[in-house]
């Protein structure tokens, strides 16, 4: 890898301010600049953030898509030009994965690339966004589509800043954590099947640290994704075109829901594949698994999603995906669990009865 980031994790017995302690365990110059979520603004629970905007050294973004754009990325560059940021200054950027990859981003491209600090503050950040030095925004209605490869300086995690997340954002985490445990760890699809409904991130430490660990040891084994850090997309491939089709629809598709479906399609797909019975069963059990939690945590917009997501309309999204190559569409499949194989080839005949015997029945 090109450059191996500092991991800190705040110890969850500490009594600090969120975050501070961290920044004090780095033991090395602190950022002086910072990009926020705006969302800490109003309720202000990193209180020394406040001490830094009143002195003009922090820049409030807006998390969401509709943020991560070039246009809002001038912004950040321009206020940096303006403020006089140097090239010996750090930028520490603090949020979810809307806000670590615009701000990443900026710092990355600012005088060809600042010291930079990734700061996750949402579950999905923590274990995946967060990790692994994609930086970038959306362009042309193309999510993410403009963008880097490095390695922020410094990866500062302080998992108590979790407990304001809302069921959805803990959803969206859950899932991408589900994912590393069934691509790459199986012990931890083990411990977390055992949920009978989705913890509060405060009851999940050690699976958090787990689940963030997959992500390191992915990235760290295959920074340019040329092959084993692909297995990462297991899921997303379906799971982007149901939010490429909810998008055209105008509707609201949490990104956990998304990639839950995908992955519940892509393990029937999966188990449809293998000739070991074992590995069939535990296959099929995990995407049970999943569509249980899927349902306990949003019933109503499940069943609307898969009423409303035509298959040939998925499908012609599955064709325009970027990881595809001359062959068609290239899935992400699992061997059995805590196993993946890349680069495997979906026709649409595959697709369309693993999605009716992973959904028809819902
Ligand atoms: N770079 C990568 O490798 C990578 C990997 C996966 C996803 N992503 C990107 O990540 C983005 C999704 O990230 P996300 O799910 O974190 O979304 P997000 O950044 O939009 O945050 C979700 C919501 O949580 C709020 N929030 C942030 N921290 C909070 C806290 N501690 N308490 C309460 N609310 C809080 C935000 O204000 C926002 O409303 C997508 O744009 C996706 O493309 C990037």
């Avoid at 089709?245 to 949490?254: I, R, T």
Wanted: charged letters at 20%.
């Amino acid at each position: 890898m090109s450059q191996k980031p500092t991991y800190i994790t705040v110890p969850s017995e500490s009594t600090g301010g969120l975050i501070e302690a961290g920044l004090e365990a780095v033991k090395r110059p602190q950022p002086h600049w910072y990009i926020v979520d705006k969302f800490f603004q109003q309720d202000q629970p990193i209180d020394w953030v406040s001490d830094a905007a009143n002195e003009g050294r922090v820049f409030w973004l807006q998390a969401g898509e509709a943020s991560k754009s070039l246009a809002c990325t001038e912004k950040v560059l321009d206020w940096l030009v303006k403020r006089g940021a140097k090239r010996d200054e750090i930028v520490g950027v603090i949020g979810g994965g809307s806000v670590l990859d615009l701000g990443l981003f900026a710092a990355s491209i600012y005088q060809r690339g600042l010291e930079k600090w990734s700061i996750p503050t949402t579950l999905l950040a923590t274990v995946d966004a967060g990790i692994g030095g994609k930086n970038g925004v959306n362009f042309l209605g193309l999510k993410n589509y403009i963008g880097t490869i490095i390695q922020p300086d410094v990866v500062l995690s302080d998992y108590r800043i979790l407990e304001t997340l809302n069921a959805v954002d803990v959803l969206n985490g859950w899932m991408e954590m589900i994912k590393h445990g069934l691509i790459a760890d199986s012990e931890l699809w083990q411990r977390m099947k055992s949920f009978e409904s989705i913890p509060r991130p405060q009851s999940m430490h050690a699976l958090i640290d787990a689940a963030a660990a997959v992500k390191k040891r992915l990235v760290q084994s295959d920074e340019r994704e040329k092959g084993l850090r692909k297995s990462l997309n297991f899921g997303h491939t379906v799971g982007h075109a149901l939010e490429s089709v909810a998008a055209a629809q105008k509707k609201d598709l949490p990104h956990g829901i998304a990639v839950g479906l995908g992955m519940v399609c892509s393990l029937h797909w999966s188990a449809n594949r293998t000739s070991d019975d074992t590995n069939r069963n535990d296959l099929i059990e995990a995407a049970n698994r999943i569509r249980h939690w899927l349902l306990l945590e949003a019933p109503e917009q499940v069943k609307s999603t898969l009423e409303s997501s035509e298959l040939k309309a998925l499908w012609s999204c599955m064709q325009m995906d970027k990881k595809n190559n001359a062959q068609g569409v290239q899935e992400v499949a699992l061997t059995k669990i805590g196993h993946a194989a890349w680069n495997q080839h979906l026709s649409f005949t595959e697709f369309a009865n693993s999605w009716s015997s992973a959904h028809g029945t819902l």
